[in-house]
């Protein structure tokens, strides 16, 4: 039970997060990085490009997760690009929220680093 508790508390602060970083037409560099954190997170993506006049997003999409090393310098990677167009960059932002623990435990970290609040922590 507290586990989903949690889980909701976490999911709701990351909306919220959302929602406050793309409310003002000029949205900062800070909430620019935390706009591709997401979709980097969710699209498994190498590069992401956000035009925000454009209302597009471009990205190179990891193909094969078995060629990436995090610990060495991948000079062959193979990818995809990817143009998306969005029409409300809040709830399409929402929609790539997930809930498994490896995202969950992802999400904590940017709510801490972006928002200053330590989920693990805060009363439910």
Do not use: W
């Amino acid at each position: 039970m507290g586990n989903s508790r949690l889980t909701t508390r976490i999911l709701m602060e990351m909306e919220n997060l959302i929602t406050k970083s793309s409310a003002n037409p000029n949205i900062t560099s800070r909430f620019q990085d935390l706009h591709k954190s997401i979709l980097r997170k969710h699209y498994n993506a190498a590069d992401v490009e956000i035009d925000y006049n454009r209302h597009r997003i471009k990205m190179d999409v990891v193909f094969n997760d078995h060629e990436y090393d995090p610990k060495t310098i991948n000079t062959v990677v193979s990818t995809i690009p990817v143009n998306l167009f969005y029409e409300h960059l809040t709830s399409f932002l929402k929609s790539c929220l997930a809930k498994d623990v490896k995202s969950l435990a992802f999400y904590a970290r940017l709510l801490k680093q972006y928002s200053n609040k330590d989920i693990s922590f805060m009363p439910v």
